[in-house]
């Protein structure tokens, strides 16, 4: 199934009501340098099936699916 894009014109009045919102609940712009580098090296790493998984289930996480 091919993927499409909606883009549209960002409306000014929500892109200020959510700037108001994240600036009265204090929500900072950027993420701090050792939570962006632990993310970077998660990321690196690729997925890992953890520790004590049921040994019969099938890790199937290379399907292409799409939830509706």
């Known amino acids: ?4 894009k ?7 009045g929500m892109v200020d009501g959510f700037r108001r919102i994240r600036e009265q609940l204090q929500i900072p712009a950027a993420f701090d340098s ?3 580098n632990e993310a970077t090296a998660q990321a690196a790493r ?7 998984a049921d040994p019969t289930r099938l890790d ?4 292409p699916l799409t939830a509706i």
């Open 46 to 52: 690729g997925p890992v099936i953890p520790d004590g």
């Open 60 to 63: 199937a996480r290379h399907l």
């Open 1 to 4: 199934m091919p993927r499409s």
């Open 6 to 12: 909606v883009r549209c014109r960002p409306d000014p």
């Open 34 to 36: 050792a939570v962006e």
